[in-house]
């Protein structure tokens, strides 16, 4: 068991979710990412939960670390009902509000996220107040070309996101569309490894202390991913069409391949793999079949939870 702040509480959720984070102070509390948008309704009790054990508290702040939709799809639920001002990375402010662009991000990842409203933007190199506390904001491309994270000097405390994990980091979405991830989940490591950390709190699993493990694992994982760049492409193949199938629970092989045909990370995924879409979609599901995570019985995949 790791003990946090008193005044930092962590909310560990599921795949579908990332991790959320509420930092308060003497009067108001600050949520960092928001889950995903099926989940909008635990989402929204949670929050309530918390301000009922802590009454004299005000919703104040939405920080964003970056603009995937199991980080941000539960924005708009959280604005409604307990309007919270959204504060997202700089480089993706002005998408949010001509939302068509940002739409176009999440359609091209097969994603839903409700519209939402930022209100400001977290610029990277500067230094933000969530709760009481300080954090830098670092920037941490490679998983998300705009991802960020947040780290507090003061308690050696950091907020990785998907930039690192206990075991591991997110999907190197970037080496897809930019062919950038490899060296730039490289430079994110060495960032991390720098920083005087104590503490992680990751996008997903629980918060640790032997950063120097994770690390280590990180970048065994990136070597490995590195040496055969297209382990990383099935990788990012597999994790969106297990992410779909995780939030639509039930489909036909049919619409599992019009899925895979109407995203464009999946097609483009296929071409730099020079597969047929059909082909990757077949090994895709055999290899999460395999793995245990997806089952298929009558034309019907389902995941495995």
Known sequence: MIDLPKNIHVIERGWLSANQIY????TSVDVIDSGFCFHSEQTIQLMQ???DQHPYLKTRHLFNTHLHSDHCGGNRALQDEFHLKCLVPESEFSSVNNWSIAKHSFDDLGQPCPKFIAHDFLKIGSTVQIG???FEIHGTPGHHPHSILFFAPSL????SADSLWEKGFGALFSEISHQTGFREQRA????IKSLPVKLVVPGHGS???DIQSALDDAYSRLDYLESSPQRNTHHVAQVLFQFMVMFTEKLSLEEGLS???NTPFFRLSANQLGLSIEDLFS??????HNKQSLSFTNGQIQYCW
């Open 49 to 51: 939960s918390f301000l």
């Open 188 to 191: 994110t490591l060495e960032l």
């Open 23 to 26: 930092i308060y102070d003497h």
């Open 259 to 261: 899925w895979c045909i």
């Open 156 to 159: 050696g405390l950091l907020i």
């Open 132 to 134: 009481s506390i300080d």
């Open 207 to 209: 918060p640790f202390t």
């Open 283 to 288: 090994q895709t599901l055999d290899y999460l």
